[in-house]
């Protein structure tokens, strides 16, 4: 892939048009893309938030390509990434930056007031970036301006704060399995909407037939290795390793705990390996409090930053009385399962795991987080008398229950805690995810979908039939 040209800041402060670093190999399909241009045209700062090397600085180069290849001028096109800065002090005035632009464009031969796209890339090394981009925004008003940020707890907020109405987030995450697939994979037969697409069991084998083994290979490896980009494109599986190696140790060891200032650097890397050790479990705090030897407003502050730093997720319980749910506890979850295997220093994949089931079940809520709508939202259910299923998706009044199974369900059958949950809401859809089996049966009102693991790339959304 050729490289494309833009205006970078030279050591001398001055913009110089050249090209970029090389785009990695391969350049993953990101679902963002799409969504971001098609709102070129709004008069909306773009933010970019996410984990650190989930993929930000690539999709800004993407957008940058796709705005050259739609003859953008090149020229009004403006890249900085704010941790290659050598004096942050040439940000310090939102009127003087906006003027280097604006002397830049006339420099090439462009309209002072044209249109210009500016790329603002770790915006959170400013120390005000919602004040900044209130004033470049405010004072450019023809400018289209993108910006990222990694995991920082204020950032969003900080960034709110000045710019109400007048931004829009992306949450980029690392790659999904579909974007995998969609890369990987692309003569495969998305369909339209959701599996029930795929109608009968001659059409379903005749896919499987074609695409099941390449399927299972990128399903077993993302839920072993995550989903980091260049953990997939590294050229072997020790390059891959070592790169989780290094994504842990700088992301989750040395910038959480520079960023925060965090003072007990041992018992915060011991719960994040607890936590690795009890995803899919309830969030039980004075159990970690006493079994780490710390104090529960230290482990429940260390809980919140794992969470706003993208590493772990907390699942809250299905209730229809919001106070009920901020009362009952969680169930935690990792955002990636190769950081997750890592922590626990095991690589190994198959059932001969004695996590493998808690595994598979936190790969595959991290793929439905990943694909949900913005009207969507995700639980569990569970009673007090032990019925449970492991994930409701929620529109409105619409409920997906969605059951995860790391073995074969057996043809007909449901499990225990969805049964009960069919029985009490009477929904039109369910799933259950399992290893291999395929099937579409009536449960009373209710079609119920068994649907191979290695398919999951290709569901959703949840709540569309």
Known sequence: MSQIKCNHLSPSLLWDLRSGPPLPDPVYHRAALAVILNRLERPVIEVILGPRQAGKTTLMNLLI????????????LFYLNLDLLADIRFLSDPQLFLRSITDAMTGAGLPAAGRGYVFLDEIQRLPEPGLFLKGLYDAGSALKIFVSGSASLDLRARIKEYLPGRQHETQLLPLSM?????????????????????????????????????????????????????????????????????????????????????????????????????????????????????????????????????????????????????????????????????????????????????????????????????????????????????????????????????????????????????????PETAYVINKSSFGIFKKDKTTVFIIPLHWLPVMGPWTQG
Request: net charge neutral.
């Open 65 to 76: 390509r796709n705005l050259v290849e739609s003859d953008v001028p090149a020229e009004s």
């Open 178 to 426: 579909k974007e995998i697939v969609q890369t990987e994979i692309p003569q495969l037969p998305v369909p339209q909407g959701n599996i029930p697409s795929f109608k009968n069991d001659g059409y379903w084998k005749e896919l499987d037939d074609l695409y099941g083994t390449a399927l299972q290979k990128v399903v077993l490896r993302h839920i072993v290795s995550g989903g980091y980009p260049a953990v997939h494109q590294a050229l072997s599986q020790t390059e891959s390793l070592e790169i989780l190696q290094e994504l842990f140790t700088t992301y989750v060891q040395r910038d959480i705990m520079s960023w925060l200032r965090l003072g007990q650097a041992g018992l915060f890397n011991d719960l994040v390996r607890v936590l690795a050790s009890q995803v899919g479990n309830l969030l039980r705090v004075q159990e970690i409090c006493s079994l780490l030897g710390g104090n529960r407003a230290t482990v429940g502050k260390y809980i919140d930053i794992l969470e706003q730093t993208y590493i772990i997720f907390r699942l809250r319980p299905l209730s229809f009385q919001a106070r009920d749910v901020l009362r009952r506890m969680p169930k935690c979850y990792f955002m990636d399962t190769g950081l997750r295997n890592f922590a626990l220093r095991d690589m190994s994949s198959g059932p001969l795991r004695a996590d493998w089931g808690a595994l598979v079940e936190n790969a595959v809520l991290m793929e439905i987080i990943k694909g949900i709508g913005p009207l969507e939202e995700i639980f569990f259910w569970r009673t007090k008398a032990g019925a449970e299923v492991d994930f409701i998706v929620r529109q409105g009044r619409s409920l997906v229950p969605i059951e995860v199974k790391a073995g074969d369900l057996a043809p007909g059958t449901l499990p225990r805690g969805l049964h009960s949950f069919l029985g009490r809401t009477l």
